[in-house]
């Protein structure tokens, strides 16, 4: 059972919100899980209470809980977590893009959770548990893309290996591009959306909104690149889509925000009114990521498109072969 833990916050950590400092220290925490720690006092910042957007400052000391993967439920001790049965092997090995001593790149399918939930017991978390009993260390996810988001996710073999990827994800050394198709054609062809996002409750579940004035102390910065590939006008666009910052459901309202939704986008507004002949599914594919890796080299991975956005390229006669994997 891991004990809680205290660090003391470098000269080099002053000035870095909390929010930060976490993805560099604890890369698997989300933001919405450290949004419950902060929120029920679990982490704290010397005697008091923290936020996400808490400044810190050099010598201040955080208590770290006893996190989520540190520890196995008391029903599920490590010895009765089963290895993965033949069927969740074929369907791990089907995502695997890339694999070496220090880490995997996959192709996660749309529709295919990363972690699990109330009702989501089949998910690619689940996955590494039971590969974590064949190679005696849990292999952990470094970042995640939403449920209906498919393509490239990367997942380190070891803790350290974790701890190295999160530096640079932080850092904003990994670049990463995603393919969507938008309901009508952004204006101008390619641009930078500098757009703050909080997020907001709502019947169907959290969605993100730009930041209003007063809400600056929970806003989180959020800036992303476009461009327009192709385009079938008045009805759709293909865009490719460069994220500065990582947050939760960033590209989908960015894209919403200045008027062109993603397809499919239940929570943004990119299922209404679509075009006849496409699938009810989110159009946003993770399509490539390039890093140095933490040993030596470049990681340079680019993953092909899921079936119901080839259907979607052929109708509106777009050809994702126009690009080769270096051009994004």
Not at 149 to 171: D, E, M, N, P, Y
Not at 287 to 305: K, N, T
């Amino acid at each position: 059972m891991s004990e809680v833990k205290r660090h003391v916050v470098s000269a080099e950590e002053d000035g870095m919100r909390l929010d930060r400092w976490f993805r560099l220290h604890f890369p698997q925490v989300t933001f919405a899980y450290l949004n419950k720690l902060t929120r029920t006092g679990q982490v704290r910042i010397g005697s008091g209470r923290a936020r996400t957007s808490s400044r810190l400052a050099e010598g201040q000391e955080i208590r770290v809980p006893p996190l989520a993967f540190d520890t196995r439920p008391a029903d599920k001790p490590a010895a009765e977590t089963p290895p993965l049965s033949p069927q969740e092997r074929r369907l791990f090995q089907s995502m695997v893009l890339h694999e070496d001593a220090d880490l995997y790149v996959l192709n996660k399918p749309a529709g295919f959770a990363v972690q699990g939930g109330t009702k989501t017991h089949r998910h690619l978390d689940g996955l590494l548990m039971g590969l974590g009993v064949e190679l005696r260390e849990r292999p952990l996810l470094v970042h995640r893309l939403d449920r209906d988001t498919s393509g490239i996710i990367v997942v380190a073999k070891r803790r350290h290996v974790a701890a190295a990827l999160g530096k640079l994800f932080a850092t904003r050394a990994v670049k990463k591009t995603y393919w969507a198709l938008v309901k009508g054609v952004p204006k101008p062809a390619q641009g930078r959306i500098d757009v703050a996002l909080i997020k907001a409750k709502g019947p169907e579940g959290d969605r993100m909104r730009a930041a209003r004035q007063g809400e600056e102390e929970d806003e989180q910065h959020a800036v992303t690149h476009y461009a327009v590939v192709d385009k079938a006008p008045p009805l759709a666009a293909w865009v490719s889509l460069k994220p500065v910052t990582g947050r939760q459901h960033q590209l989908r309202a960015h894209m919403a925000h200045i008027g062109t939704p993603i397809l499919g986008d239940q929570k943004y507004g990119g299922d209404r009114d679509m075009p006849g002949g496409i699938d009810q599914q989110l159009h946003l594919h993770a399509r490539r990521i390039v890093f140095p890796h933490p040993r030596e080299g470049v990681v340079d991975v680019s993953a092909p498109l899921p079936g119901h956005m080839q259907r979607s390229f052929a109708l509106f006669g777009f050809d994702p072969a126009r690009f080769t994997a270096a051009d994004g």
